[in-house]
């Protein structure tokens, strides 16, 4: 029997102007999860299409099971039973579970090829049950939360058979009950001898489930270890191609006067009675468990959403439910946590999303001086390592650590006062994270106000300057950071709802 029942070796792919792999090699060994870690931009992403047939690399070989295969398309690799999970769930919101997961190889009856529902549902229902799955295979996809469309996509891979499956940050948009929900279930894929790998930033989700661990940086192969051979230093060094000293950047602002208000601020069924003061040059964390009311509160600060009562003061001006318009206006720039549907023009180039807040620097008499806003397009790309050819590129095929890069240049482009980060470092890598927390410290310097909503216990204790914890929607407590701990802040935020 093989020792791997998946290997490349020395794959390449060029793109027009990148090298995206470089003479790179991976192994698989049966039952085994193998964790794959990089910056963003390191090639990750081209890797899993590489292996599930959506790209072909221009050199190189693919074995499955010590035999030399030739994948030249999606479908061939699902007939050597390999399947991808992406973060971003692809599915059918409309149809039912059972259909989304057996789309595309449909159980027929013979001889008339008609759609076996009863087939269909019956099987479905055993795998989600195998998952451990908490709903029926009846269900409408759309109706699911994220976690549970993942436990479909796994059935999904599971009903064709798949015996290697690649999970692709499968762990970021879930919360820490859902991830722990997932380390369970790819356990027992493993246990039942599926071969997974893992990719993610999380280096938890790594010291939790892998066996190995792979890393690339520019394209390139850098080394694989056995995890208890592999400690955090090794693992970022060797991810970024040196040494980070440290990660969160000392601060030497000290806070100024308050300069935003946010006074009983309610919206019925979602938060009520907020109440916060951030100060100039000040970092404020709003931390909570997920649903605990933190994004509907920002989102009703910048007008993306209504709020029923209370008020939003910035230096001393009242704004009266504005809308996201009014609130830049103002002054108060927003980075969303889902950059995808929020934060970005997909189809745009970089300099275009970059200058999008701030056309009004950029033109004179109705022209655009396009030159100008390259320029500074160039600038800040460069500042935050955006990894890209041009910023000419469209922002759609830049991974999504560096489309969360493109969103912060965009807040540094405007006159902003207050800006409010939600989750800023999702789904970024470590070099980015530095980076990112360069910024925010520089833009606190500067006297900016920055509101931070965060779920990362270090990122909150190590970037703020007072920590604001929300519970059932509404603030359970408010505490100096010099004076936080995170039992302090899990015990603020581990309660029921707080009203009714």
Known sequence: MAEYILELRNISKTFPGVKALDNVHFTLKSGEIHALMGENGAGKSTFIKIITGVHRPNSGDYFINGQRVDIKTPPDAQALGIAAIYQHVTCFPDISVGENIFIGHEKVCAPFKRVDWKGIYGEAAQLLEQLGANFDAHAIMGTLSVAQQQIVEIAKALSSKARIIIMDEPTAPLSNRESEDLYKITQKLREQGVSVIFISHRFEDMYRLADRVTVLRDGKYINTWDIADVDNH???????????????????????????????????????????????GEVLALTGLVGAGRTEVCEAIFGITAYDAGTITLDGTMLDHPNPAQAIAAGIGYLPEDRLKQGLVLRWEIAKNITLPALDRFGKYGWLDTVKEKEQARELSEK???????????????????????????????????????????????????????????????????IMVSSEMPEVLGMSDRVVVMRGGMVSATMETKDATQERILQASMEEWLWD
């Open 384 to 450: 935050l390592e955006v990894k890209a050819v041009s910023v000419l590129d469209a922002v759609s095929t830049l991974s999504g650590g560096n489309q969360q890069k493109v969103i912060v240049a965009k807040l540094l482009t405007s006159s902003m006062k207050v800006i409010i980060m939600d989750e800023p470092t999702k789904g970024v890598d470590v070099g980015a994270k530095t980076a990112i927390y360069s910024i925010m410290n520089d833009l606190a310097a500067a006297g900016y106000g920055i």
């Open 234 to 280: 090794t693992l970022v060094t060797a991810m970024v191609g040196r040494e980070i000293v440290q990660f969160f950047p000392k601060r030497n602002m000290v806070p100024g006067a308050a300069i935003f208000q946010v006074e009983g601020l309610s919206r019925m069924g979602f938060f009520k009675d907020v109440s916060f003061t951030l100060r100039k």
